[in-house]
Antibody, heavy 121, light 108 residues
Framework: QLQLQESGPGLVKPSETLSLTCTVS??????????WGWIRQPPGKTLEWIGS???????FYNPSLESRVTISADSSRNQFSLKLRSVTAADTAAYYC?????????????WGKGTTVTVSS | EIVMAQSPATLSVSPGDRATLSCRAS??????LAWYQQKPGQAPRLLIY???TRATGVPARFSGSGSGTEFTLTISSLQSEDFAVYYC??????????FGGGTKVEIK
């Protein structure tokens, strides 16, 4: 059974880089079947797609965040990661790692439990 | 950019009653729509995809319909565990994904 688990600092200072990792169990991050991704949700607000990574290779990003975001994969650890640069208070949110439905249909089939990140000095 | 609008923002329903939630897309998205349920403190859960296909393990009281720009999620007889926030998500513009603002279903 596919499971995802986010990890990373819960507090980041303004202008610094937010770094989160998602550990995948139950599937290989290099599998042709899966897209991996990140979603965030500011407190009391709706969900926002950050970006996705396919097969541990190509990545695609929300145009509104593209200049600050990198999603990459580490095959040796079966993990993928999110880096968001130059953060501000507006980046305070719960961050979820997700997998898209096997075969590539872009619906979010499996979610991590989420991790809360606060941007504050 | 596709904008997804959900209505109402809050729906007050008695247990056992039917709930009807709406989602409207700013341009046609065919049937490229999913619905998610989110309970407080939890990650969202996929309910419906392709506008009307229930995800694995989703009870039959949840049904989706619609195509083009107008979509509906119906919960036929609300159970206590169904009180939550529901989000629609389009994927017609993949690799971009857009969510609606959500509908909170609360106990009347």
């Amino acid at each position: 059974q596919l499971q995802l688990q986010e990890s990373g600092p819960g507090l980041v200072k303004p202008s610094e880089t937010l770094s989160l990792t998602c550990t995948v169990s139950g599937a290989s991050i290099n599998s042709d079947n899966y897209f991996w991704g990140w979603i965030r949700q500011p407190p009391g607000k709706t969900l926002e797609w950050i970006g996705s990574n396919y097969n541990g290779g190509s990545s695609f990003y929300n145009p509104s965040l593209e200049s600050r975001v990198t999603i990459s994969a580490d095959s040796s650890r079966n993990q993928f990661s999110l880096k968001l640069r130059s953060v501000t208070a507006a980046d305070t949110a719960a961050y979820y790692c997700v997998s898209l439905m096997p075969g590539g249909l872009p619906v979010l089939d499996v979610w991590g439990k989420g991790t809360t990140v606060t941007v504050s000095s | 950019e596709i904008v997804m609008a959900q209505s109402p923002a809050t729906l007050s329903v008695s247990p056992g009653d039917r709930a009807t939630l709406s989602c409207r897309a700013s341009q046609t998205i065919n049937r490229d729509l999913a619905w998610y349920q989110q309970k407080p403190g939890q990650a969202p859960r996929l309910l419906i995809y392709a506008a009307s296909t229930r995800a694995t393990g989703v009870p039959a009281r949840f049904s989706g319909s619609g195509s083009g720009t107008e979509f509906t999620l119906t919960i036929s007889s609300l159970q206590s565990e169904d009180f939550a926030v529901y989000y629609c998500q389009e994927y017609n513009n993949w690799p971009s994904l857009t969510f609606g603002g959500g509908t909170k279903v609360e106990i009347k």
